[in-house]
């Protein structure tokens, strides 16, 4: 039970978990962390709820601009930021919200930006069996930003090129200028 370890946390930090403004502290923290920790009881499959259709469709499909927040594993802080997925059909094609769902299925859980990155890739991987997957994350995390080095306008870069991606160098860059040279509508 979360509750009560956060009442001691309050006290090891010197407040007084009794007070009127920290009542229902325990309470808010343990709904919060069950929300932002959601993930963990969900999986690919049920996330993805039969919207795998067979499709002749061949060409490049990118949702780019997919909001992230999630939690840095090493301090519990948050980090935040978009990510960008692409992958080349081979015969199959996912419902696009479902690429939104599965970002944030891997990004509410325990993270570093390195593994969300993979995950998305590798699930996509697995469950299309496409011609490649592309994801790049980008983000900032609090933990640079509020502790530590304090750097407020750093932000985090990652990617994870699958199959056709990290194969061809035309199909690679065709995915980079797609997600940083459009404009969204």
């Known amino acids: 039970m979360i509750q009560p370890l956060i009442v001691d946390l309050l006290k090891e930090l010197g407040e007084d978990p009794y007070r009127e403004g920290l009542l229902k502290t325990p309470e808010r923290v343990a709904s919060a962390y069950a929300y932002l920790t959601s993930g963990y009881q969900r999986t690919v499959e049920e996330v ?26 090493h301090h519990l802080l948050p980090f935040y930021g978009k990510a960008h997925i692409a992958y080349l059909p081979a015969g199959k094609i996912v419902g696009l919200s479902k690429l939104a769902r ?10 570093v ?34 502790r530590g080095v304090e ?32 404009r969204t509508p």
């Open 102 to 111: 599965l970002v944030d299925m891997f990004a509410r859980r325990l993270q």
């Open 151 to 182: 750097k407020q306008n750093s932000q985090a870069i990652t990617s994870c090129m699958l199959g056709a991606f990290r194969d061809s160098r035309m199909t690679r860059e065709e995915f980079l200028q797609l997600i940083h040279n459009h």
């Open 113 to 146: 930006q390195e593994r969300l990155t993979t995950q998305i890739a590798g699930a996509l991987q697995d469950a299309l069996q496409p011609a490649g997957v592309a994801v790049v994350v980008e983000a900032r995390h609090f933990c640079m930003m509020m």
């Open 48 to 73: 993805l709820n039969e919207a795998i259709f067979t499709e002749d469709y061949d060409e490049m499909v990118v949702v780019k601009d997919i909001e992230v927040y999630s939690l840095c594993e």
